[in-house]
C-alpha cells in the first residue's frame, strides 16, 4: 500500500504562484512514477506532470514553462511548483503514484485562481 497526503492548495490571484506537496508513504518500491493530475469542474481528470525514477519529468502542454515538478535529492516529497497561474487553473489536484499494474491517488486539493 502506498499514501499520499498533499498539502498547498488554496486561492490565488491570476499571475500568482502556489506550490503543492505530496508526502508518500507506504510500501514504494514498485512505484515507478510520481505525478500529479487534475480535474477541473464538469471535465475529467487531466494530466498534469510526473517524475520518473530516474528524476525524467514530462508536462501537459498547458503548463510546459509555467509548471515545475520536483523531488529533491529522490525523497518522500514532491512538489509541484506553479506559477503565472490562469484562472483556467482552477481544478482539484491529485498526487499520484504509479505502479505497473495500480494507480495510487491522493484526496486531492482545491486550487483557485480568481481575482
Known amino acids: 500500500q502506498v499514501q499520499l497526503v498533499e498539502s498547498g492548495g488554496g486561492l490565488v490571484q491570476p499571475g500568482g504562484s502556489l506550490r503543492l506537496s505530496c508526502v508518500v508513504s507506504?510500501?514504494?518500491?514498485?512505484?515507478?512514477?510520481l505525478g500529479w493530475y487534475r480535474q477541473a469542474p464538469g471535465k475529467q481528470r487531466e494530466f498534469v506532470a510526473n517524475i520518473f525514477s530516474g528524476h525524467t519529468t514530462t508536462y501537459a502542454d498547458s503548463v510546459k514553462g509555467r509548471f515545475i515538478i520536483s523531488r529533491p535529492n529522490g525523497a518522500d516529497t514532491i512538489y509541484l511548483q506553479m506559477n503565472s497561474l490562469r484562472p483556467e487553473d482552477t481544478a482539484i489536484y491529485y498526487c499520484?503514484?504509479?505502479?505497473?499494474?495500480?494507480?495510487?491517488w491522493g484526496n486531492g486539493l482545491l486550487v483557485t485562481v480568481s481575482s
Open positions: 507506504g510500501t514504494t518500491y514498485r512505484v515507478y512514477v
Open positions: 499520484n503514484a504509479a505502479e505497473v499494474n495500480y494507480n495510487y
